[in-house]
RNA sequence: UGUCCGAUGGUGUAAUUGGCAACACAACUGACUCUGGAUCAGUAGAGUCCAGGUUCGAACCCUGGUCGGACAACCA
C-alpha cells in the first residue's frame, strides 16, 4: 500500500556494511560474490545479540544473492559441548534461517591447521616454547611497555619442527610447551606479541575424540577457517579489531585467501546482561530456572516467553547496526512481539483478580453462547462461541465503589459493557461487615444490549472482560518484569555486582479463570487476553495444569496516568 | 600515559557522500473505539562532543583537544 502512493521507490539508507560490500561488488571483489558465515562457539545458549549477528550474517547472504555457513569454532574442547551445538542449530532454524548444506566446524580443519602451523615453523614465523603461562604472561608486557622474547625464540626450524610433531604425539604433559608465532614483542599491538598459537590439551574434543591432544588458538583457527570457506566479509563483533593485523599477517604468511573482516557493535539492552558468563552464573546459582528461563534474553527463552521469530528478526532489522556502542530500550523489543503478536494471536477473555458479579435479573439456569471476534484485526480468524450465564467474574480492578479521577469502569449504579455480551449496571456491594472487603456485587443487565443486536449500540464508558464462572478454566499464570531493576547491571557501585540488581519480583505467579475455548491450547501457542497482555502456552503445561506466561503486556494508559 | 575504534534528540539508526538534520521506539495532546489495546491526527525534544581551519556552504573534509570503548586468558 505505501508503495502506491510514491512510485520514485524510496530507497533505504544502506547501513555501512552494505556499503562496503557494495563498494565491493561495484569493484569486482571476489568476482561478485558474497559469503557470509555465523561462527559460534559451542559453549553456551545463544542469546539476542547472536539474534543480531545472525540476522546480519544471514541477512547479507540473501540480500545479495549469496550464501551463509553455520560454522562452531570448537577449538577448546573443555569448555565445548554438543549440547551447545544442538542447541545452537535449533534456535538459528528457528529464528528462520538456512545454512543448507554448509554446515562446518573449526575441529574439520584441525589437520589442514596443523599444516598451516608447520608452514610457519618452516619459514621460521612459530617456535616451541617451554615457558609456562605465568613467564609468558610476564614477559608478554603491558599495553604500554613492550614485552621480552622468549629465550627459546631462536630454536632452529628443525629443533621446533621435532618438538612441534612430538607435541602432536603426546609426548608432553598439558602446559608443558606451546607453539607460538614469531612476530614482535614490542608491537603497541598486543595481539602481535609473539602469541600462542598452539596448546597441549590432553582432552578430548565433542567431535575429533581423543585424535588431537593439541589445539589451536582461536585466533589461529578463526580466519583460517574464514579463509578455507572462502567467506568474503567476516562480520564479527568489536573486540576483534585489535585482532584483525594478526589474522592479517598469518594469513598473508600461510599465502592463502583472504576475506575482508568487518566488525561492528553488539547489542546491549536495558535491565539485562548480555554475557555468557553472567548468564551462565545466573542459571548456575539459582536466579532463574535454566537458560530457557523466559526472563533470561537467551534465544529459547524468549522462544519459551512467547516471542516470534518474526518479531526478532524485526527487531534486529530496527535497531540497525553500526560501530558505536548502543544500549537498546527494552521497549523497542516489546514494541516488536506486541505489533506483530496484534495482528496474529487470537483473542480470549481471562481474569486474573476476580471479582464476583451476579446478574439478578438474569434467568438462573441460563446459559447462552456469546458470539466473539477471534482477532478484530483479522476477520478471517472467524469467531468463537463464549458462554454467558448469572455469575460471572470480572478483573478487581474493573471496579471502584468511589470512582477516582477519569475512571470509568464500573462503580454502583453505573452502567458498562461486558464485552460481546451485554451492558450490566451495579446495583449494589456485598462486602464481609468486619473488614468492609468486597465479596460480591450485583448487577442489572439490559437483555436489549446483547452484542450484535440491532438496539445495542449505546454508548457506554467502557467495555471490561468477564468469565462466566461455572464455566472458567483454571490456568496457572506467571507474570514476568525484568531481570534487572538497574538499567544497565554492569554499571555497579563500589563493592556490588550485578547481581545485587537482580529483579527479585521479576517472577509472579497467580492464577486465572479464562473461557472454556482455551482448552484447545498447546505448547507455545499465543494469544492475547483481552484488555491485560499476551499470553503463551508454558511447556509445563499438563492435562491437569495448564500454564501460560506472559509474553508482554499490553499497553495501559490508565494505569500509566494511575502510576503518575 | 601505548595502539586501535567511536562520538547526531531520552534511546537507536539515517542524512542522496559538502547543500542547511530525518525515521523508529519512548514521551505528551486529541480523535475514534464493544480491548483505556489497535488505528488515525498532531506536539515537544538535537543544531550534530569542544575549539580552530578549508569552503559561498560542514554532521560529513583538515588540525588539535575532550570524553567513551576495546586490547596485557595456554578463552572465544
Redo the contacts with the bound molecule.
Keep these: 500500500m505505501e508503495e502506491t502512493t510514491n512510485n520514485n521507490e524510496e530507497k533505504k539508507?544502506?547501513?555501512?556494511i552494505e556499503?562496503i560490500i557494495e563498494e565491493d561488488l561495484r569493484n569486482g571483489v571476489n568476482e561478485g560474490r558474497v559469503h557470509t558465515r555465523f561462527?559460534?562457539?559451542p559453549?553456551g545458549y545463544l542469546h539476542i545479540g547472536h539474534a543480531k549477528s545472525i540476522c546480519l550474517n544471514f541477512g547479507l547472504g540473501k540480500k545479495y544473492n549469496g550464501k551463509t555457513n553455520l560454522r562452531f569454532?570448537?577449538?577448546?574442547p573443555?569448555?565445548e559441548d554438543v549440547e551447545y551445538v544442538d542447541s545452537i542449530m535449533e534456535d538459528v532454524k528457528w529464528l528462520g534461517f538456512d545454512w543448507e548444506d554448509r554446515l562446518f566446524y573449526?575441529s574439520d580443519y584441525f589437520e589442514q591447521l596443523y599444516e598451516y602451523a608447520i608452514i610457519l615453523i618452516k619459514k621460521g614465523k612459530a617456535f616451541v616454547?617451554?615457558?609456562?603461562?605465568e613467564?609468558?604472561?610476564e614477559t608478554?608486557?603491558?599495553?604500554?611497555r613492550p614485552g621480552k622474547e622468549s629465550p627459546y625464540r631462536g630454536r632452529t626450524i628443525e629443533e621446533n619442527l621435532d618438538l612441534f610433531t612430538r607435541m602432536r604425539k603426546g609426548e608432553f604433559p598439558?602446559?608443558?610447551?606451546?607453539l607460538r608465532a614469531k612476530i614482535d614483542m614490542s608491537s603497541?599491538?598486543?595481539?602481535m606479541r609473539d602469541?600462542?598459537i598452539y596448546?597441549?590439551?590432553h582432552t578430548s574434543h565433542h567431535r575429533t575424540g581423543d585424535q588431537w591432544c593439541i589445539?589451536?588458538?582461536?585466533?589461529f583457527?578463526?580466519g583460517q577457517s574464514d579463509s578455507l570457506e572462502h567467506i568474503t566479509h567476516s562480520i564479527c563483533t568489536?573486540?576483534?579489531?585489535?585482532?584483525?593485523p594478526l589474522y592479517d599477517w598469518f594469513i598473508r604468511e600461510i599465502g592463502i585467501y583472504a576475506p575482508r573482516q568487518i566488525?561492528f557493535?553488539r547489542l546491549?539492552l536495558?535491565y539485562t546482561v548480555m554475557s555468557k558468563?553472567k548468564l551462565l552464573d545466573l542459571v548456575k546459582e539459582g536466579f532463574v530456572q535454566g537458560w530457557d528461563d523466559p526472563r533470561m534474553p537467551t534465544i529459547c527463552g524468549l522462544r519459551r516467553r512467547g516471542y516470534t521469530p518474526e518479531s526478532i528478526r524485526n527487531f534486529a532489522e530496527?535497531?540497525?547496526?553500526?560501530?558505536?556502542?548502543?544500549?537498546?530500550?527494552v521497549?523497542?523489543l516489546?514494541?516488536c512481539i506486541?505489533?506483530d503478536l496484534?495482528k496474529r494471536a487470537n483473542?480470549l477473555m481471562a481474569v486474573l483478580n476476580p471479582l464476583k458479579v451476579i446478574i439478578d435479573n438474569y434467568p438462573d439456569d441460563l446459559v447462552e453462547e456469546m458470539n466473539a471476534?477471534n482477532?478484530?484485526?483479522d476477520e478471517s480468524r472467524g469467531k468463537r462461541k463464549v458462554p454467558f450465564s448469572k455469575t460471572i467474574y470480572i478483573e478487581q480492578d474493573?471496579f471502584m465503589e468511589t470512582p477516582q479521577g477519569?475512571?470509568?469502569?464500573l462503580s454502583p449504579g453505573r452502567e458498562v459493557?461486558?464485552?460481546?455480551?451485554?451492558i450490566i449496571k451495579c446495583e449494589s456491594v456485598v462486602k464481609e461487615p468486619e473488614t468492609g472487603r468486597i465479596l460480591e456485587i450485583h448487577c442489572s443487565y439490559d437483555p436489549m444490549?446483547?452484542?450484535?443486536?440491532a438496539e445495542?449500540?449505546r454508548?457506554?464508558?467502557?467495555?471490561?472482560?468477564w468469565v462466566s464462572a461455572k464455566h472458567a478454566v483454571t490456568a496457572e499464570i506467571r507474570l514476568y518484569d525484568r531481570l534487572f531493576i538497574k538499567e544497565n547491571p554492569d554499571e555497579v557501585e563500589e563493592g556490588k555486582t550485578y547481581k545485587d540488581y537482580f529483579n527479585t519480583n521479576s517472577l509472579k505467579i497467580c492464577s486465572a479463570l479464562i473461557e472454556p475455548a482455551v482448552i484447545s491450547a498447546k505448547n507455545l501457542d499465543k494469544f492475547?487476553f483481552?484488555?491485560?497482555g499476551y499470553f503463551a502456552v508454558d511447556k509445563d503445561t499438563t492435562p491437569k495444569n495448564l500454564v501460560f506466561n506472559r509474553v508482554v503486556p499490553?499497553?495501559?494508559?490508565?494505569?500509566?496516568?494511575e502510576k503518575?
Excluded at 459 to 465: A, C, E, I, P, Y
Design positions: 539508507s544502506l547501513n555501512f556499503e561462527p559460534p562457539e559453549n569454532d570448537d577449538t577448546n573443555v569448555k573449526a616454547c617451554d615457558m609456562n603461562a613467564e609468558i604472561s608478554r608486557g603491558t599495553p604500554t598439558d602446559g608443558a610447551k606451546v603497541p599491538n598486543m595481539h602469541p600462542i596448546r597441549i590439551l589445539y589451536p588458538m582461536y585466533d583457527a578463526h568489536l573486540e576483534f579489531e585489535v585482532h584483525r566488525e557493535a546491549n536495558t558468563r530496527t535497531i540497525g547496526v553500526a560501530k558505536r556502542d548502543n544500549v537498546i530500550d521497549s523497542l516489546e514494541f506486541r505489533e496484534n483473542r471476534t482477532n478484530p484485526e474493573d477519569k475512571f470509568f469502569r459493557r461486558l464485552r460481546s455480551a451485554y444490549t446483547k452484542s450484535g443486536m445495542s449500540n454508548k457506554v464508558k467502557s467495555t471490561l472482560h492475547q483481552e484488555r491485560i499490553l499497553k495501559d494508559s490508565w494505569n500509566k496516568n503518575k
